[in-house]
């Protein structure tokens, strides 16, 4: 293939291309990034979950229950744990001069990696008690204990008190089955048992953040160098209903504030990974956000009507001053100031809404044409003109999005649909995101019927690959795409294909096979596209520049070929012969649907690095082979 590339023409480039949806899915939240240890850390319900005692177990024979007292630990927090000290231990209260070691037991979510480095704990208590309590970090097979610290108690009887403690082990533990315990002398409770709540542990976090995330699973997301972030979803905005959606309200402030969340895919959530979360680990990664807000249509087909819908309008004003506002005119701006960060976050990018042509049913989408968009459209550009809202449909929903507004496309595809993605919006005057993308389904299968394949497969990324190649080709008007879901607990998931596996064993999260695609995608960002001669086809290929470094660029991706390599000639108009670039090819396993395995570790994508050299024509010669990623990046000028 004789690629000529024009030294003009073209567009500019988007710089948030390549970035992520986040939402709690796949325990990609609670339990994954969201770095607490401790599972059901304060007996949180909602009205589809009820309250239990899941993930803790008694020591010594306690009695653990669950109660809801009269002085609550907070108005959020109803429910907490009754630990009676039980019929041995009690009598040893008694009488005896020996204590009695009683507690409970956490074990985490599915384990919990114990290390030597520095945990930080919390818990709080109302009841009488003389003593001390020890929090431990154990081994659930053989009980050896690898670190633990002693907590002098300041509890009192008519109220809750917090504790707080460091724990450092002094060993690390072989494998990830551990537990966190909690343990008190019996014979110190005075009236035989005490109550407990938001018992909380976290290992160090990403960027030492409080109550902030697990830095294996941060550092590997950032490693694919995202630009953008959509948050919180996902059908996690939307809700079960309209009275459960993800009222950003509810996940400010300290945790003992944050009832928790009925989460949409089959668990409670903690609202421990709240909005503030959301935006530190934006401002960490200097991802550009699309921020979700909720409009009135919720996954059970629940739709806020028109006369009822200016509260929301006028909540999602303030979840945009939340984030955006001053900190010292705005009410919401002065409330993020208050939780520690005065300056307004960056906000460019506001979404109306979930997947709205499906969530309300084709009444739902119909109000979302009709006056839903509208409304949110027109009073958020009212307040905050320069912010771009984003319709959660696209012109391929059925939805010519009314301007200055902008779409967001969905595709979970197969290899061959993602292709055939190469050109969907070459002719598209509306700015799109694409909201969520991923190979999902291999070719000639089921599709949805036969549910997703279990992890990102090699044929799947090519065909990923192409589909960007398209996106970047249309950057003026695609503002960027996200991967979605990111991330996956191997121990409890509903969706399979994902760019990061992750249990509660380090060692096992995996970088997908797409992974190493959005890495080198995004690893080498253009800021202009510049036009080129050759068609595609099995070569699908975008070229351009970026400016900010002085250096010219080529995508290309190579998709069902009929021969076994095909050679490129790359040729860039006004580029002096002899300059430098360098030329990375990712190649696969032989067999397309080979994956990156948690269980073998082994990695099926093969990376070759090389400095090429132009010859005196300013030629860059090389050869693809199929299925495979290339990207040829010039020396900075
Ligand atoms: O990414 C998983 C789900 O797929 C999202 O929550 C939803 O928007 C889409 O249907």
């Known amino acids: 293939v004789d690629i000529a590339v024009k030294a003009t023409g073209g567009n500019a480039t988007s710089p948030h291309q390549y970035g992520f949806l986040h939402e709690d899915i796949n325990n990609s939240g609670d339990g994954g990034l969201y770095a607490e240890l401790i599972r059901n850390r304060a007996f949180q319900s909602s009205s589809i979950f009820n309250s239990t005692l899941d993930g803790w177990t008694p020591i010594n024979g306690a009695a653990l229950s669950l109660k809801d007292l009269d002085e609550p630990l907070s108005k959020a927090l109803k429910t907490s744990m009754n630990v009676a000290v039980g019929s041995l231990s009690s009598s040893k209260r008694n009488g005896s001069s020996s204590s009695q070691a009683v507690g409970f037991a956490n074990d985490g979510y599915w384990g919990m990696d114990v290390k030597i480095q520095p945990y930080t704990g919390s818990f709080w208590v109302k009841g009488e008690y003389e003593g001390s309590f020890t929090a431990s970090l154990r081994s659930n097979l053989t009980g050896e204990v690898f670190g633990s610290t002693e907590i002098e108690a300041k509890t009192s009887a008519d109220e809750w008190v917090e504790h707080e403690f460091k724990l450092t082990p002094t060993k690390d533990a072989p494998n990830s089955n551990n537990t966190f315990s909690l343990t008190f002398d019996a014979a110190g409770a005075k009236d035989g048992s005490l109550d407990f709540n938001l018992i909380s542990l976290f290992p160090p976090t990403y960027k030492g953040r409080k109550n902030g995330l ?88 629940d739709i806020i009507p028109k006369d009822k819908l200016q509260p929301f309008v006028d909540d999602a004003l303030d979840q945009i001053e939340f984030v955006s506002g001053d900190a010292s005119t705005t009410k919401w701006g002065r409330r993020r100031a208050e939780l520690g960060h005065p300056a307004p976050f960056k906000l460019q990018y506001v979404e109306v809404g979930n997947e709205d042509w499906l969530a309300g049913g084709d009444e739902g989408w119909a109000t979302f044409k009709e006056y839903r968009f509208p409304m949110f459209l027109e009073a958020i550009n009212k307040k905050y003109p320069h912010i771009t809202v984003i319709s959660s449909g696209s012109v391929f929903d059925g939805y010519e999005v009314p301007a200055p507004g902008a779409g967001d496309y969905h595709i979970y595809g197969t290899p061959d649909s993602l292709v055939d993605q190469f050109d969907l919006f070459d002719n598209v005057t509306i700015p799109h995101i694409i909201g969520e993308a991923a190979a999902v389904h291999p070719n000639g299968g089921l599709g949805w019927d036969a549910g997703l394949l279990e992890y990102p497969w090699w044929s799947g990324t090519i065909g990923e690959a192409v589909s960007m190649i398209g996106y970047e080709r249309n950057a003026d008007r695609i503002i960027g795409a996200a991967y979605a879901p990111i991330v996956r607990s191997l121990d409890r998931w509903q969706w399979a294909a994902v760019m990061i ?8 999260t995996t970088l997908s096979t797409s992974w190493y695609l959005w890495e080198l995608f995004a690893g080498h960002l253009m800021t202009h596209t510049l036009p080129a001669s050759s068609d595609f086809n099995p070569l699908y290929y975008v070229t351009g520049k970026n400016e900010d470094k002085g250096t010219y660029l080529f995508k290309g991706a190579v998709f069902n070929a009929t021969t076994d390599e095909v050679p490129v000639s790359l040729i860039f108009e006004g580029l002096r012969p002899g300059t430098e670039a360098e030329l990375t090819i990712l190649t696969g396993p032989e067999d397309p649907y080979g994956f990156n395995d948690p269980f073998t570790g ?20 090389f050869s693809m082979p199929d299925l495979s990623i290339a990207v040829l990046e010039t020396k900075s000028a």
Not at 228 to 251: F, V, Y
Not at 271 to 276: D, P, R, T, V
Not at 602 to 621: Q, Y
């Open 214 to 301: 697990r830095i294996d699973l941060a550092e590997a997301i950032e490693g694919f160098h995202p630009t953008l972030l959509r948050i919180p979803g996902g059908n996690m905005l939307e809700g079960n209903n309209s009275n459960a959606w993800w009222d950003w309200k509810n996940t400010l402030g300290p945790l003992k504030d944050r009832p928790g969340f009925s989460g949409v895919w089959g668990y409670q959530q903690s609202n421990g990974l709240g909005l503030m979360e959301y935006l530190y680990l934006a401002e960490d990664m200097d991802l550009e956000i699309v921020l979700g807000v909720y409009n009135g249509l919720s996954l059970n087909g």
């Open 501 to 508: 596996q992750f249990a509660a064993d380090p060692a096992k």
């Open 602 to 621: 082994v990695n099926v994508v093969k990376t070759v690095k090389e400095k090429v050299v132009s010859d005196e024509e300013g030629r860059f010669a």
